[in-house]
């Protein structure tokens, strides 16, 4: 097969062709940083962390931009509630995520832009749609786009002018020539951050920021843009119709791309409704690693429910993944392939899981091939199969569970990776009585491991251990 790729723009799968054959230039939309970032934010950093993993494996080179939006109108309502300069606020709020989406181990950014950092070619992206006839300024310093002067607009979400009109909520502004126009630059107001423009001072407009962020560093047109569901309108139908007024080059982008949102327990996250799980709580409780299998057991199109039940049961597969590698170790190199059913099962887990991603990166069908490849590892030690057949598969594993963001290398539980060489030493003890036939003293410490969350199995080849 080939990768496909499901675009928004067409809602049909599309095979993916890049601008610039072997480099794709691939951008996503980022926070706000006004408050502490949620696991909604973290399951659409996870996806797109994902789709840039598998076209790196494919052999794509990948410019990978993800945004700061580091001024805004809630960033100054929330520093002044704090006491702080909106920019502090902002600073400490970059840095947090920068340090949270590394433990879930999410590749940084080949570009982080600030909104601040852009000011410039904001200010003359918006003087060249002013000079195109595209937007107009107003008293107060207000700078609109008019949607009248880009006959495509609504394309993206296939709503007319007449009915996003009747479906939103729209500000009365009598200064507007249409009701949604939106704003490109905004006048400044008293005490808040401005920059000077020929407008006066004021600072940029949302949607301008990610076009004129994407013309500078990525250029007129771009592979992929990222997002939610939720930014398809107004954002995104925004962001193409300033870029493409401005430029004059269609398509701005060649595949949109949008992950489902996330609920908890069936009832969307909230700030108002207070029902939020920030990324640091997750952390806490040790769920880096079995949140983003939870994330990529739901299709990315797909909206995702965060329950107990699924978080745990994703906690479990990691725990299955994890023991079907226990020993392996990479070494100088992928190992030679064997004659044996197990490799054979390997190479066919490679085929099946290339064939799931290239099906717009369908992550389900994909971890299924995954996970089948691990029983076959597990059930292939207990009957005492070759080391070398076993590592060959399990080189297998690890390398696809790579590709995924997966950690193979790390604890389950929250004792963490300090305490593995004493329930390593207790676990030889346990032998040693065993072959004593002290198996009182034997059956003791297999029921405290396992009070602990340590699960001991007895094979022809040794025992192994995982935590439940």
């Keep these: 097969m080939v990768l496909q790729i499901t675009n928004t723009m067409t809602r049909e799968k599309e095979v993916f062709q890049p601008l610039e054959p072997g480099r794709v230039r691939m951008y996503v939309c980022g926070p706000t940083v006004y408050a502490d970032a949620h696991i ?119 709503r007319s002018l007449e009915e996003m009109l009747a479906g939103a909520r729209v500000e009365v502004d009598s200064r507007k020539e249409h009701p949604m126009d939106f704003a490109l630059w905004k006048g400044a107001k008293l005490g808040e951050p401005a920059w000077d423009s020929p407008w006066g001072p004021g600072r940029p407009g949302w949607h301008i920021e990610c076009s004129a962020m994407i013309y500078r560093h990525l250029g007129e047109q771009i592979d992929i843009h990222g997002g939610g569901t939720d930014l398809i309108f107004p954002h995104h139908e925004n962001e193409i119709a300033q870029s493409e007024a401005f430029t004059g080059k269609r398509p701005f982008v060649r595949y949109w791309m949008h992950n489902g949102l996330l609920q908890l327990g069936g009832e969307k996250m909230s700030k108002s409704l207070g029902n939020l799980i920030t990324i640091g709580e997750l952390l806490e409780q040790g769920g880096a690693g079995p949140f983003r299998l939870l994330v990529l057991s739901s299709h990315y199109r797909s909206p995702l429910t965060f329950t107990d039940e699924a978080f745990e049961a994703a906690r479990r597969g990691l725990t299955r993944l994890r023991t079907a590698v226990r020993g392996y170790e990479p070494g100088d190199g992928p190992p030679e392939r064997p004659t044996s059913e197990l490799a054979d099962k390997a190479d066919a887990t490679h085929a099946g899981f290339r064939e799931a991603m290239d099906d717009d990166f369908n992550t389900p069908v994909a971890l299924a091939h995954v996970f089948d490849l691990a029983r076959s590892i597990n059930r292939a030690q207990a009957s005492g199969a070759s080391r070398a057949a076993v590592r060959y598969a399990q080189a297998t594993l690890a390398e696809l569970c790579a590709v995924l963001g997966l950690r193979l290398d790390e604890p389950d539980a929250p004792l963490g990776r300090a305490v593995e060489p004493l329930i390593q030493l207790l676990i030889e003890i346990r032998s040693e009585l065993r072959q004593q036939r002290q198996w009182s003293l034997a059956d003791r410490i297999r029921d405290r491991l396992s009070e602990l969350g340590v699960v001991l199995e007895d094979t022809p080849s040794g025992t192994t251990w995982r935590w439940t």
Aim: hydrophobic residues 45%.
């Design 40 to 158: 909604g934010h973290a399951m659409s950093a996870i996806v797109f962390d994902m789709i840039r993993r598998y076209l790196e494996y494919c052999g794509y080179e990948v410019t990978f931009a993800m945004n700061f939006t580091d001024v805004d109108d809630k960033i100054i309502q929330r520093a002044a509630t704090l006491g702080l300069e909106p920019s502090a606020l902002a600073e400490q709020l970059i840095d947090a995520w920068l340090d949270e989406t590394a433990a879930l181990n999410i590749k940084p950014a080949t570009l982080y832009p600030r909104v601040t950092q852009e000011i410039s070619t904001i200010i003359d992206m918006v003087a060249g749609l002013i000079a195109k006839g595209h937007a107009y300024a107003v008293d107060g310093g207000d700078v609109f786009f008019r949607v009248s002067s880009f006959p495509d607009y609504g394309k993206l979400s296939r």
